[in-house]
């Protein structure tokens, strides 16, 4: 039997029934990504399985460094082949990490290859997989076709002009691909020249002189119509520490004018501003009904010589230590306060925080919308087999996991789909485990099917209201 079989993570009879008769025949709604509107527009074809699956996943990036791969062969010139032989080399290495499981479904799932990659594998799979790439099926709308994908929302930033989204619309294509609004670097008050300049571009794309904080507002207002019209219902913000610090709008106005003039801010001004400006967005958003989202905890860019090298999203980030169980609480009540708070899914990044997160779901749950403040699924470093079962226990415990929205790719590749059967196979295997201890009656299997049914698809269609 091969690896990847079809009772894979399924370790009991209950869990076999629970996934292959409810869970696996579920459309996919990945509602938080970061596809390319661009190549899904185009319908891209790949050029080889080296672009596809290693071109910008910076978790394979990570583990190639550990294992001693010289950078050349990561992100530098080498040819395709010569990258792929190097990754191939490094997963008989990545035995429990996650990276282990999800190569081996992606090969079976998407090229129907039931071998195991290692380097006496790695040219003839490299050859298939390259073979069938020339294939239309295997483009990038054949993929999400051939995966049962439903639904996709896009990261995209308020100066996006959505062009893509528009021509994906207009030709008809059956999976809908929805924008996301991302205003992380209308926040990025830290460094004044780099605010400064995307200040210049939100000017362009609003038509809004941006002299004043209430210009500020103003223009991201514009913008935030603007995505409303092209069919966006949801927001994401995604932030480090989590910013609450209370000022008067004075002085709101007066941190503005001192970094729009180029002078750098102190720590407790940046936090300041910006926790007016991500208030203010949190007010749009609720104006309109929209779903947030808030990614909170992560330390990026730590290696600055490779920042400076190769940019952001190259595999330099770190789960951080933040405490920000006080100033998200404060942030959430402040919204509430004034009616102003709207559905919203916490992701915390560091497993830590996993319970005091579950917690404060409770704190503003208004009886509106079942499930209205959710646990984001494990993220990051954590959206893998002990990272979605710590995150589904915690919220089982001190929440309704019956209510929970499910899983999400949270990623750049096509080929990350087969994310979704993972998790739906630990849900079963997690849910089944309590059925054969005696921890739920037999008698609640009905129930527990639709509970799987639920948050595999109709919680996160009911939620977002696709």
């Not at 996650?98 to 990659?117: C, Q, R, S």
Request: hydrophobic share 40%; glycine share 6%; proline share 5%.
């Amino acid at each position: 039997m091969s690896f990847i079989n079809p009772d894979f993570l399924l370790n009991s009879e209950a869990a076999r029934k629970l996934y292959h008769e409810h869970a696996a025949k579920l459309p996919i709604i990945d509602y938080h990504c970061h596809l390319s509107p661009k190549e899904i527009a185009e319908d891209k074809q790949f050029s080889s399985i080296t672009e596809l699956w290693l071109g910008g996943d910076h978790y394979k990036w990570r583990a190639m460094r550990t294992n001693g791969v010289d950078e050349r062969f990561i992100t530098g010139d080498a040819d395709p082949w010569e990258k792929f032989q190097k990754w191939s080399e490094t997963v008989p290495y990545t035995l429990r990490n996650p990276l282990y499981h999800w190569t081996h479904l992606e090969l079976k799932t998407a090229f129907g290859i039931d071998k195991v990659l290692n380097p006496s594998t790695a040219r003839e799979i490299y050859d298939i997989c390259n073979e069938k790439l020339k294939l239309p099926e295997f483009s990038a709308r054949g993929l999400m076709l051939h995966y049962g994908v439903e639904t996709v929302c896009t990261t995209d930033d308020p100066v996006d002009s959505l062009e893509y989204h528009r021509a994906i619309r207009e030709s008809g294509f059956k999976v809908k691909v929805l924008p996301a609004w991302r205003p992380d670097k209308a926040m990025a008050v830290d460094n004044p020249d780099t605010y400064n300049a995307y200040l210049s571009r939100l000017e362009e794309a609003s038509g809004v002189a941006i002299e004043s904080y209430p210009d500020l507002i103003i223009a991201l207002r514009k913008r935030h119509d603007f995505f409303a019209t092209q069919g966006c219902t949801v927001a994401d913000h995604g932030v480090s520490d989590f910013p609450w610090a209370e000022a008067s709008e004075q002085e709101i106005s007066n941190l503005f004018l001192k970094v729009r003039t180029g002078d750098q801010l102190n720590p407790t001004e940046v936090m300041k501003l910006q926790t007016a400006i991500l208030l203010e967005l949190c007010r749009m958003n609720h104006e309109k009904g929209w779903v947030q989202q808030f990614h909170f905890g992560p330390i990026r860019n730590v290696n600055s010589r490779m920042f400076h090298k190769l940019g952001p999203d190259t595999g330099f980030d770190s789960i951080g230590d933040f405490s920000c169980a006080v100033p998200l609480g404060k942030f959430l009540n402040a919204l509430d306060s004034d009616d102003s708070l709207t559905k919203t899914i916490l992701y915390n990044i560091n497993p830590a925080d996993n319970v005091w997160v579950a917690t404060m779901l409770g704190n503003f749950q208004d009886g509106t919308v079942p499930g209205k403040i959710q646990m984001g699924s494990g993220w990051w470093f954590n959206d893998q087999l002990y990272g979605m079962e710590a995150q589904m226990n915690a919220l089982s415990m001190q929440g309704l996991l019956s209510r929970f929205v499910g899983m999400l790719t949270d990623s750049r590749s096509f080929l990350s789909y087969p994310r979704h059967e993972y998790f739906r196979r630990v849900l079963c295997n997690l849910l089944g485990a309590d059925i054969e201890k005696g921890l739920i009656p037999q008698e609640e299997m009905k129930r527990v099917e639709d509970m799987v049914e639920d948050i595999c698809y109709n919680n996160v269609k009911s939620y977002f209201k696709f």
